[in-house]
């Protein structure tokens, strides 16, 4: 059974440039998930999608984070204008039970903003 | 709100040793508590759940953990620790219908 698929896995930007990160979940997976983890912390929820609807998206940064998942399945988060303290790296989840907290997680991409 | 808390930042233990990673944490309800693990440059696996019913909980690779409702704990256990093993170990909390919540998490490293 395939992961959790993340693009790209590394990216370095400088402040006020704009980014955008690919995840394609496990078949099969209504639930998904973008978490940012900044070195040294656990993983922070930006956003919930249940199928292609927001269930959550309450810790997301509106002025410069946006996040789509148009058909149901893979998803981009997308940020603009990137910031410095935006740094860290971007987890995407599923899970085919919503709301159980067994989530299966992509390798990540690491954002470094200069 | 909720809230996890793992006081210890770093672990070292050689292996072979015993191993105790702590968690505990802050919730309104019976929360469901999870234990994942994240190797350098990965994404997080869990280890282990606990939902309701026996207090220990058997994971994968040999870990257990104990859920203690009094003090609030959750705390991940493993007899003898191997190399492969040294990793950053995170504990979440959460319910049904309610988003979860992760802990700093506890970076371990094993000596040879």
């Known amino acids: 059974e395939a992961g959790v698929a993340q693009s790209p896995r590394y990216k370095i930007i400088e402040k006020r440039q704009s980014v955008a990160f690919w995840c394609n979940p496990i078949s099969g997976h209504a639930t998904l998930y973008w978490y940012q983890q900044i070195l040294g912390q656990g993983p922070k929820l930006l956003i919930q999608f249940q199928n292609n609807g927001v269930v959550d998206d309450s810790q997301l940064p509106k002025d410069r984070f946006s996040a789509e998942r148009l058909k149901g399945v893979d998803s981009t988060l997308k940020i603009q204008p990137a910031k410095l303290e935006d740094s860290a790296v971007y987890l995407c989840?599923?899970?085919?039970?919503?709301?159980?907290?067994?989530?299966?997680f992509g390798e990540g991409s690491r954002l470094t903003v200069l | 709100a909720q809230s996890v808390t793992q006081p210890d930042i770093h672990i070292t233990v050689s292996e072979g040793a015993s191993l105790e990673l702590r968690c505990n944490y802050s919730y309104g309800a019976t929360p469901y508590l999870f234990w994942y693990v994240q190797s350098p440059g990965q994404g997080l696996q869990l280890l282990l759940k606990?939902?309701?019913?026996?207090?220990l909980v058997q994971g994968i690779k040999g870990f257990e953990a104990e859920f203690k409702r009094s003090q609030s704990s959750f705390n991940l256990r493993k007899p003898s620790v191997h190399w492969s093993d040294a990793a950053e170990y995170f504990c979440?909390?959460?319910?049904?219908?309610?988003?979860?919540?992760f802990g700093p998490g506890t970076r371990l490293s094993v000596l040879p």
């Open positions: 606990y939902f309701s019913g026996d207090t």
């Open positions: 989840a599923s899970s085919l039970v919503e709301g159980t907290g067994e989530l299966f």
């Open positions: 979440a909390v959460g319910s049904y219908g309610q988003n979860f919540v």
